[in-house]
């Protein structure tokens, strides 16, 4: 399988900052990879996809980037509504693989 | 819009097989457009990719993917006439209680865009 690790676990922000979270694969796998944003008590949702496409509906101000083994996740003003986990997942395997999560707390 | 509703035993004994149907609503499983999947999540912990199936036109049975370490346990299966596909995993213990989410997997980037609102299984005498 295919390992994706993400940094850091968890991060304090206050609102209208910059966020980014890493997240690293243990082998290359191009540009197919994914964001989801988990609220907690609810099912996770699809940000990004292919590393930079915003799936429809999400703000601008998140954006994704990196292929190979290293990717982000920004966040260029967090709102309120964004204190979430956020989870990458790869798509080169057959076999899926998600990352550990990045929980994002107020300051 | 697409909605996926997860339905099933809260409640499972160890040992036994956990039964869960993912009803589709918005989406045609039977169009060959999408596979449909399951993802779980352990109460506190991350989310683990279970499998995912494409209906192929006369059984699910050659379009399916299943995580390696489960795939011995793993069935999921289509019912087109109803609308849903469902998932069975057998001889289950305490390591599988978690929220199942059920989801649409987007073939052409293996990515899940509608999701389930999840339901808790819990394994337990």
């Known amino acids: 399988d295919i390992q994706m690790t993400q940094s850091p676990s968890s991060l304090s922000a206050s609102v209208g900052d910059r966020v980014t979270i890493t997240c690293r694969a243990s082998?290359?796998?191009?540009?197919?990879l994914n964001w989801y944003q988990q609220i907690p008590g609810k099912a996770p949702k699809l940000l990004i996809y292919?590393?930079?496409d915003l799936q429809s509906g999400v703000p601008s101000r998140f954006s994704g980037s990196g292929s190979g083994t290293d990717f982000t996740l920004t966040i260029s003003s967090l709102q309120p509504e964004d204190f979430a986990t956020y989870y990458c997942?790869?798509?080169?395997?057959?076999?899926?693989?998600f990352g550990g999560g990045t929980k994002v707390e107020i300051k | 819009q697409v909605q996926l509703q997860e339905s099933g035993p809260g409640l499972v004994k160890p040992s036994e097989t956990l039964s869960l149907t993912c009803t589709v609503s918005?989406?045609?499983?039977?169009?060959?457009?999408?596979?449909w999947g399951w993802i779980r999540q352990p109460p506190r912990k991350g989310l683990e990719w279970i499998g995912s199936?494409?209906?192929?036109?006369?059984?699910?049975?050659?379009?399916?993917h299943y995580n390696p370490s489960l795939k011995s346990r793993v069935t999921i299966s289509v019912d087109t006439s109803k609308n849903h596909f469902s998932l069975k995993l057998t001889s289950v213990t305490a390591a599988d209680t978690a929220v199942y989410y059920c989801?649409?997997?987007?073939?052409?980037?293996?990515?899940?865009?509608?999701w389930g609102q999840g339901t808790l299984v819990t394994v337990s005498s």
């Open positions: 989801a649409r997997h987007v073939g052409s980037g293996d990515y899940f865009d509608y």
């Open positions: 918005g989406d045609s499983i039977s169009s060959n457009r999408h596979y």
């Open positions: 199936g494409y209906y192929s036109g006369s059984d699910y049975s050659g379009g399916t």
């Open positions: 082998q290359s796998i191009r540009g197919q």
């Open positions: 292919a590393a930079s």
């Open positions: 997942q790869q798509s080169y395997s057959v076999s899926l693989t």
